[in-house]
Structures are given as C-alpha cells and as structure tokens.
C-alpha cells in the first residue's frame, strides 16, 4: 500500500462523518419533531401567551406598516432583523427598538447555515449581532436561523455569541407567490397553540414580491383569533423562552 492509500482511505471515513455531524441538527426542521422533542428551540412559553415573531426586516417599505398595526393594537413583537437589511434601514431599526419591539438576530445574509463552514457561520452571526447591538444599544440575545435550519456550527457560534436558536411552531407561508390573507391565517391556526410562536414576514426581500401585504391583510384576524382564545401576544421575551 502506498503512503497516500491510508490518508485516502482516512479522508472517505472522516469527511463523511464531520458532514453528518455538520448537518445532524437539521432534523430540528421537521416542526412535529421539533415542537414535541425540542420545546425550547421551537419557542414553547407560557400557554396563557403566544409569541409573535417577524423575519426579514427591517424593510422601510413594508415595516413601518406593521409597526402602525400593532401600536394600534398595543401588542409588541419580536424581529429577526437580517444585517444586510438593517444596514439600509438602521434608523427604522432604532425606532422599532424605541417602541418596545424585541429585535433579534437572523444573520447577516439569507443563506443555508448548512452551506457555511464553522468560520464563517460564526462571522456572519457576529457580525449581525454587533450591527443590532450598535443600533439598538442593546446586544441581541435570540437567533433564527434562514430557513429554519440549524447546524452544529450555528449551535456553537450561538453558544459563543450569546444566542438563543428559536425557530417556531406555527408559521404563515406567508412566502409563497401563492399566498393569500385567508391561506396565511389558516396556516397559522391550524398548528397554534397556548405557548406556541408564530412566524410571519415583514419584508419581501427573500419571498414574493408583496407578500408582506397578504401578511399584514391576515394579522389582524390571527390577533383577533389569538384574543377570542384568551392568549396574550406579545414578544419571546415575554413568553418564558429567553436569552
């Protein structure tokens, strides 16, 4: 056997192996799964109270309409802000902030965790989480992955960050080109419950072009559900699921 042959036969062994170990908590994905083996990471809190929860802003076109929504409701949120966005719009971010709006992290690009190596996976989180702290004054502590797809190198970089991970367990679809104020209210009820978060979009900036209007058309009916069932909404940080 050459000297080459046992590095070669090491490398097939240990390179499929780190992928695997890379990519294991992607299983966190599948939301049955999810909500009933990892409450925390699927942002169960308390069941007299539903967390409500925006990805992709801050978006100055379609923001500022939420924000006028739920101050005309009195009702808070949390905000996943994307760095790149919030580098366009660190006025509006401030003013979220200022208003009693949790703002959380959610990178800084919209890219698959499972994509990035470790480096760079720890730069992208770090670099997002300075943006909203040099913003808002305050250093986030939760963090939401794009796509709902976590990795052992998200974990990690979470852990060394300060982070919380916290996904969801009911969302809109709201997304879709597809969607509708009616689809997305449906999508959400049909899997809420006490302690559970809903994720919703403020911005269109990863999905159909307007979708944020078809969101911002069904919000009003999901809050009036959430009333009707005797459920406070409100942030993560009021929910029991904290940094």
């Not at 390179?15 to 999810?34: E, I, K």
């Not at 963090?143 to 809109?172: E, I, K, N, S």
């Not at 049909?190 to 944020?212: F, P, V």
Request: with cysteine; charged share 20%; proline share 8%.
């Amino acid at each position: 056997m050459t000297p080459a042959r046992p590095a070669l036969l090491a490398s097939a062994v240990v390179l499929p192996a780190l992928a695997a170990l890379h990519a294991a908590p992607v299983t966190s994905t599948f939301g049955p799964l999810r909500n009933t083996a990892m409450p925390r990471l699927a942002g169960q809190g308390r069941p007299d109270h539903v967390a409500l929860t925006f990805d992709d802003g801050p978006d100055h076109l379609a923001t500022p309409h939420f924000l006028a929504l739920l101050e005309a409701r009195g009702i808070h949120a949390t905000f996943f802000l994307l760095g790149s966005m919030l580098a366009r719009s660190p006025g509006l971010a401030k003013e979220m902030a200022a208003a009693g709006h949790e703002i959380a992290v959610h990178g800084w690009h919209h890219r698959p965790l499972l994509v990035r190596g470790p480096r760079a996976t720890y730069d992208d989180l770090a670099r997002a989480r300075d943006a909203v702290a040099d913003v808002t004054g305050r250093p986030p502590t939760l963090f939401r992955p794009p796509y709902g797809v976590m990795t052992t190198a998200g974990h990690l970089a979470c852990r060394r960050l300060d982070l919380t991970p916290t996904l969801w367990t009911a969302w809109g679809e709201d997304w879709r080109k597809r969607a509708t104020p009616r689809s997305v209210e449906d999508t959400v009820l049909k899997d809420l419950r006490g302690g559970g978060t809903i994720l919703l979009h403020d911005s269109d900036c990863t999905s159909a072009t307007g979708s944020w209007r078809t969101t911002l058309r069904a919000l009003p009916r999901i809050l009036d559900t959430c009333e009707a069932r005797g459920w406070q909404v409100g942030p993560l940080h009021e929910h029991g699921v904290s940094g």
